[in-house]
Each structure stands twice: as C-alpha cells, then as structure tokens.
C-alpha cells in the first residue's frame, strides 16, 4: 500500500507538470522540475510531492511567488484516487490500467479548466490504450461498442448546435466521451444511462450553485471535462 501511495504522489506530481506545460507547448520531460514564475531548478528536496508545498506555505523558495493550488490538488486527489483502485482492484494489470487512464483524464480536466480546450493527444492516449487493453482481454468489440454507444448522444446535441445557432456541447468533450465509453466498454442500457445521469446531474447542481453565488451567469463557459471524469469514475468503479 505504501508503494501505491508513492505511486500515486508521483504521478500526482508529473499530472501538474502535464497539465503546465501541454497548453504552453512546451516539453513535459525537459527541463526538470522549476518555478512557473522564476525558472529557477526546483532541488530534489524541495520537490517532494505535498510535504514541500505546505512546508513552503505554498510559495516558491526563490522568488517567493505562490505556487499553483493546482499542483497541490493533484498531488492530493491522484494518490487519494490510487489507493481507492488499490483497495478496490489489488495491484493487478486492471490497477495499472485503470490509474493511467484517470491520471489522463485528470489532466484533461485542470486543462479544461484553465484554458477551456482539451488537446487531442488525450483522446488519442485514451483511444489507444483502451483499444490495446481491449484487445489484451479479447474483448475489442465492447470497446467498439462503448466508444460509439456513449459518443452517440452527445455527437446528437455537437449536431444540433447548428440548428439552435448556439453550442450545446463542445466537440473536444463529445470526443472525450467517446474516449471515455471505450474505457468503460458497453456492458448494457442502464450503465450507459447511468453515466449520462451521472454526468448532467452533477454539472448542473454545479452550474446552479456557480449561477446562485453569483460566480457565472447562464452565458459563461463552464468547463466540462472535470464531470466527464467524475463520471466515468463513479461508473468505471463504482457501478
């Protein structure tokens, strides 16, 4: 358990970078660990996922810029997401599995959230693996079938976006759940619903309480892909 939980910080800890660096266009392997805001080399002592950002009080060591509260929150939520797959699967190829495919989406997600785009090397890392993984399991076509049964409805509202003169839905979120069905692979009706149920429930109570606090009105973009996630979470575990 011990060495998911460091799996977990570290992987925690390169989705922050990804999520970084990706929108900008820069490499996600060079250079090393440095501030956002400085470009100082961050030392391997005061890069330790969590322990360092609350030891620096969320603040650069050399210019004393805050940190990202992003960086804080993955490395918290991927370990957090680590141990519960750990606990529900063992340390098994599904383990392994699964944990990649919700570190991607977590960094699709944060990279919704700040830039309102999700780049297609996401969907394409989701297509592969799962096909892959499929295929591993001798089961491609349940991938086929997910991949189009969850893509299918919202590629009905992507389509009727141009009738209603207004976008419903965005195209990187209807490939997203495309990506998201052949992960989860079609196993009936009610899962299928299940999702779908899931996924506009929980954006709209959000929406609603953004709306009442005044944080956003009805014309304001709301980042899609963190429910796309939560999602195929509570379904690709839970249910």
């Known amino acids: 358990m011990i060495a998911v939980l460091i799996l977990g910080l570290i992987a925690g800890s390169f989705t922050g970078v990804v999520c970084y660096r990706i929108p900008r266009n820069e490499s996600i392997i060079f250079p090393g660990s440095r501030c956002d805001s400085c470009m100082s080399k961050i030392a391997f002592y005061r890069n330790i996922p969590v322990l360092s ?39 098994s ?66 389509s009727a976006s141009d009738f209603l003169k207004k976008e419903i839905i965005g195209f990187g979120d209807v490939k997203l759940i495309c990506a998201v069905g052949g992960f989860i692979s079609y196993s009936g009706l009610k899962n299928l619903l299940w999702f779908y149920e899931i996924l506009y429930i929980s954006a709209g109570i959000f929406s609603v309480f953004l709306i009442f606090s005044g944080k956003r009105t009805l014309k304001c973009y709301m980042a899609f892909a963190p429910f796309i996630c939560f999602s195929a979470f509570i379904s690709g575990v839970c249910l």
């Open 53 to 91: 950002f609350l030891l620096q009080r969320g603040k650069c060591h050399s210019c004393g810029v805050k940190i990202r509260k992003s960086y804080f929150i993955l490395e918290i939520l991927t370990p957090a997401l680590f141990l519960f797959l750990y606990f529900v699967y063992g340390l």
């Open 93 to 158: 190829i599904i383990f392994f599995y699964k944990a990649f495919v919700y570190s991607v989406l977590l960094a699709a997600s944060f990279i919704d959230i700040e830039t309102h785009t999700i780049p297609d090397r996401f969907y394409n890392i989701l297509l592969v693996t799962g096909l892959f993984y499929s295929v591993f399991y001798n089961n491609p076509e349940k991938w086929f079938l997910g991949a189009a049964s969850y893509g299918f409805p919202v590629l009905l509202l992507y």
